[in-house]
């Protein structure tokens, strides 16, 4: 696989290390498969890491919906931050049950969401590896779909099209197409990589480098740096996800959607002011025409 030059790659290196020392205490995962030896993860095994703030809403339908995937060797790796509603109950409860569902928490208070996932990434232990909100709905074949099409392009990194769905993640019939790949350069004017639809192979990928800075925007910016190392991202142009968009959720709020993504640009990227204008303006005519 291509790769850029080794001071880009040793930068993004440092910065995994940097990420790491910030992860804060956690306490041990508890669930079932830990007293149940008979079952282990292994290279086939999807890890799915979902982080978790006061989602108790949500929960049960999403443990249900990973488990009515049509790709059944999967493992669910809820990380609680520091939820202060019915979550860490509902959590635990599901881990009881479930052998393939582990809970970790998150010690010493709320951490954001960045670091939940760099704990969930931590404990993996499957071969592959995906990343889920806890309000977003797969569709049932989409696990077992897309990893088929990551052997067929014998891929690290690959992602789905998706859905904008309403507050019951109903669909509206917006669907956001994905490219058939996605490099480095085209990433910075096009955020089209949707968290929920990732898939990694962690034969072909080191987990360090899908650790997510504590930044707004955390999983664009992860995207970009794993990118920026040489990797290709490949789209499969099908709808296997819902994203549920609250009236009120962050991602709606335009204002601060542009100062992100500039953000992102000039500290993140270290772009100077031309050229993350010039990105920027076209990033904002494709974020028009996404949600048109």
Not at 31 to 40: A, I, L, Q
Request: one cysteine or more; charged letters at 30%; aromatic letters at 10%.
């Amino acid at each position: 696989m291509e790769r850029n030059n080794q001071r880009s790659e040793s930068k993004a290196l440092r910065a995994e290390k940097s990420i790491q020392d910030a992860g804060g205490g956690e306490k041990a995962a508890v669930g079932k498969r830990e007293r149940d030896s008979e079952r282990k993860p292994g290279k086939k095994t999807v890890s799915i890491i979902v982080p978790v703030y006061n989602a108790a809403a949500y929960l049960l339908e999403t443990a249900a919906m990973v488990q009515r995937q049509t790709f059944p060797d999967w493992e669910l790796i809820f990380v609680d931050d520091h939820s202060t509603d019915e979550s860490p109950a509902i959590l635990r409860q599901l881990a009881e049950k479930e052998d393939r569902i582990v809970l970790l928490e998150q010690e010493e208070g709320r951490k954001g969401a960045a670091c939940a996932r760099n704990l969930g990434i931590r404990h993996a232990s499957g071969g592959y590896l995906a990343f889920l909100d806890a309000d977003d709905v797969w569709r049932e074949d989409k696990l077992e779909k897309e990893l088929d099409f990551l052997k067929k392009k014998d891929a690290a990194f690959v992602f789905t099209a998706y859905e904008f769905g309403d507050e019951n993640a109903q669909g509206t019939g917006k669907v956001v197409h994905v490219p058939e790949r996605l490099l480095y350069r085209e990433a910075l004017s096009r955020t089209v990589i949707f968290t929920s639809t990732v898939l990694f192979d962690l034969s072909k990928i080191e987990k360090e480098l899908l650790y997510m800075p504590d930044v707004k925007s955390e999983d664009t910016a992860a995207w970009w740096r794993i990118l920026r190392t040489g990797y290709t991202a490949f789209g499969l142009d099908e709808n296997l996800v819902i994203y549920r968009r609250p009236k009120k959720s962050l991602s709606s709020n335009k204002a601060e959607a542009v100062l992100r993504i500039w953000n992102l640009y000039r500290k993140q990227e270290g772009l100077s002011v031309p050229k993350s204008a010039w990105y920027f303006c076209f990033w904002a005519l494709r974020a028009t025409l996404r949600r048109l």
